[in-house]
Nanobody
Framework: QVQPVESGGGLVQAGDSLRLSCAAS????????MGWFRQAPGKEREFVAA????????YYQDAVSDRFTISRENAKNMVYLQMNTLKPEDTAVYYC?????????????????WGQGTQVTVSS
């Protein structure tokens, strides 16, 4: 199994950038698809981005595909989310999750291991 721990959240203004980090302890990190999800107050948890075990494939929510970049560094058991041109609607708690790839990489149910989340707040 993997045990994700997120960091890097904070308070920024619209148009700013942040990089979130996820440290995932455990063996066989390369065998796990890693994803980022977010949850805003009063809303359902939603998919943001995912990356395959080798890093060869990436997937994004349409609303962030031109602004966010997911990456991983398997030698360090790390996954990142670079967020550029942040908007107030990006405000949420961001979660890092791991799971063995299934038929729907954007579904919460595909991921077995979750971090505690890191808060991102974007002001106008």
């Amino acid at each position: 199994q993997v045990q994700p721990v997120e960091s890097g959240g904070g308070l920024v203004q619209a148009g700013d950038s942040l990089r979130l980090s996820c440290a995932a302890s455990g063996r066989s990190f390369i065998s796990y698809t890693m994803g980022w999800f977010r949850q805003a107050p009063g809303k359902e948890r939603e998919f943001v981005a995912a990356i395959s075990g080798t890093g060869r494939r990436t997937y994004y929510q349409d609303a962030v595909s031109d602004r966010f970049t997911i990456s991983r560094e398997n030698a360090k058991n790390m996954v990142y989310l670079q967020m550029n041109t942040l908007k107030p609607e990006d405000t949420a708690v961001y979660y890092c999750a791991g799971g063995r790839f299934g038929s729907s990489w954007s579904s919460v149910s595909e991921y077995d291991y979750w971090g505690q989340g890191t808060q991102v707040t974007v002001s106008s």
